[in-house]
């Protein structure tokens, strides 16, 4: 196992990272299908259960998305539902050296470190993501407010590896600057935000952590109608629960989400410096 480089990522440790990942989406349908919790596959698993019934050849993690009434409902039963002998929900209420504004899911027993948080000592694992989704306001200043304070916040759990692996100067110092912030104070930031956010209902949701690349709502999110109706989708030979409006979900993503990218594009995004598959 190499670590402080980048590793090759070859087809057979991407393959072995798939399966791993796999069982991690098992195990989350598994608990939300005996507590009626709804979630949805999301981005490029989504597409891949779409266009390739499974994963996308080249794709290197798994994405699922949750209305934040459901995830939270999912967190408590994961206390006593989740194995977890075999899995660990990662989060900042369970992991205090995590630095990221969503859940995952780790797979006990794996080793998966990226490039640049080979000191971190948060939970080690492969791991699929959870966006978590909450409203946004609905007026276009509050929504420019909104988005401001939610890329503060995101730069701030970012700057611990952003000021190590930034190839600009400057944007090493000002990552330096931004983690004078403890951690806690962006994850209160994002908690109070949503709080207030989901008070009452508005025309879009999304996951503060991350930005939607979605032109037709100008990166403020995606349409709250696309969580009213789910269906069945089949991935890797199981079936997970996905938007019933996958179609028009995809094409605000994506466009024409049917044609595959340019071959040089065919490639995993992730860079890691340590990985090692099951080991009990």
């Known amino acids: 196992m190499k670590k402080n480089q980048e590793i090759e990522l070859t087809p057979d440790i991407l393959r072995q990272m798939q399966l791993i990942q796999l069982e991690c989406l098992t ?56 194995d977890t002998g075999r899995f660990f929900l990662q989060e900042h209420r369970t992991d205090a050296y995590y630095r990221v504004g969503f859940p995952r899911i780790k797979r006990n027993g794996t080793t998966y470190v990226r490039a640049g948080q080979e000191n971190s000592k948060q939970h080690e694992g492969v791991q699929i993501d959870v966006f ?16 401001m304070l939610t890329f503060f916040f995101r730069k701030i759990l970012w700057s611990r590896t952003g000021k190590k692996v930034s190839d600009s100067a400057a944007q090493r110092i000002i990552y330096t600057l931004l983690d004078l912030f403890p951690a806690e104070f962006a994850f209160w930031g994002f908690d109070a935000l949503a709080k207030r956010c989901n008070r009452r209902p508005s025309e879009l949701v999304r996951h503060y952590a991350m930005t ?51 071959e040089e594009k065919r490639k995993p995004h992730i860079h890691l410096s340590a990985f090692e598959g099951v080991k009990n």
């Open 27 to 82: 195990e989350l349908d598994r608990i939300c299908r005996k507590h009626n919790i709804k979630y949805s596959i999301d981005g490029g698993t989504l597409l891949g259960a779409v266009r390739h019934r499974g994963f996308i050849p080249w794709d290197d993690d798994i994405d699922v998305i949750m209305e934040r009434k459901e995830y939270e409902r999912f967190f408590l039963v994961c206390k006593s539902e989740l």
């Open 132 to 147: 978590v989704l909450d409203h946004m306001p609905n007026g276009y200043a509050a929504r420019r407010l909104h988005r």
């Open 212 to 262: 939607y690349p979605a032109p037709e709502v100008n990166g403020y999110g995606i349409p709250a109608d696309l969580l009213n109706t789910f269906t069945e989708l089949e991935f890797e030979g199981h079936m997970f629960q996905a938007v019933a409006q996958y179609d028009r979900y995809l094409t605000l993503l994506y466009g024409d989400y049917m044609v595959l990218p340019p």
